[in-house]
């Protein structure tokens, strides 16, 4: 069974910073590229961020370019997303997600159909 699990949410000020980490098992690891997504209440999801955790190539969506670092450590199949320079409206739950590895890391990435889903963390910035 693949799982995704979440962790790293929180209560944090404007400008602050977080963690989240996503560790995944029952699943190839470097097969897949990981993203994170978020949604908050009353808008669509958003594709924030993706990895591929192979060759280790990144995407971030222009809401969150030179705030939010991807990376992957693939001993402990876990992605992480290091959220700087927090807003209010960063806040929203996010979720991790895995899909086979496209070949090719781009926003374009953020867009497909992923397979698999974590739970979700809620991350919440105060003003």
């Known amino acids: 069974e693949v799982q995704l699990v979440e962790s790293g949410g929180g209560l944090v000020q404007t400008g602050g910073s977080l963690r989240l980490s996503c560790t995944a098992s029952g699943l190839t690891f470097d097969s897949y590229a990981i993203g994170w997504f978020r949604q908050a209440p009353g808008k669509e999801r958003e594709g924030v961020s993706c990895?591929?955790?192979?060759?280790?190539?990144?995407a971030y969506a222009d809401s969150v370019k030179g705030r939010f670092t991807i990376s992957s450590d693939n001993a402990k199949n876990t992605v992480y997303l290091q959220m700087n320079s927090l807003k209010p409206e960063d806040t929203a739950v996010y979720y991790c997600?895995?899909?086979?590895?496209?070949?090719?890391?781009?926003?374009?990435?953020?867009?497909?159909?992923?397979?698999?889903w974590g739970q979700g963390t809620q991350v919440t910035v105060s003003s």
């Open positions: 997600a895995a899909v086979i590895d496209p070949g090719f890391i781009s926003t374009m990435t953020l867009k497909l159909m992923y397979d698999y």
């Open positions: 990895i591929d955790s192979n060759d280790g190539s990144t």
